[in-house]
Nanobody, 123 residues
Framework: VQLQASGGGLVQAGGSLRLSCSAS????????VSWFRRAPGKEREFVAT????????NYADSVKGRFTISRDNARNTVYLQMDSMKPEDTAVYYC?????????????????WGQGTLVTVSS
């Protein structure tokens, strides 16, 4: 089982990026998917989560109003649209799938993890 995160890169402050997380149908089916990130020198932290059917969505306060999580179950893909980006958004971003339809903010709830994609926001 493997999740593939992509879309990272270098962007200027105020700019936008869209991350994608794809996996097998078995991995995504009936499972919540979330994004986490690890900034340089910091612990990995929760960013956003979306339930299997997309009806339950939550964000970290630090990204609320700027980031949007969505999913296309027909494509087995979850997206993270990042707008109005700030230098403090610089991090390696990971997607993770839980073994339940609604996820939370705790990393221990997630069974499958992607390899991470680096996002760098310049000031």
């Amino acid at each position: 089982v493997q999740l593939q995160a992509s879309g990272g890169g270098l962007v200027q402050a105020g700019g936008s990026l869209r991350l994608s997380c794809s996996a097998s149908r078995r991995t995504f089916s009936n499972n919540a998917v979330s994004w986490f990130r690890r900034a340089p020198g910091k612990e990995r932290e929760f960013v956003a989560t979306i339930s299997w059917r997309g009806g339950d969505i939550n964000y970290a306060d630090s990204v609320k109003g700027r980031f949007t999580i969505s999913r296309d179950n027909a494509r087995n893909t979850v997206y993270l649209q990042m707008d109005s980006m700030k230098p403090e958004d610089t991090a390696v971003y990971y997607c993770a799938a839980a073994l339940r339809p609604v996820g939370g903010k705790e990393q221990k709830d997630y069974r499958y993890w992607g390899q991470g994609t680096l996002v760098t926001v310049s000031s």
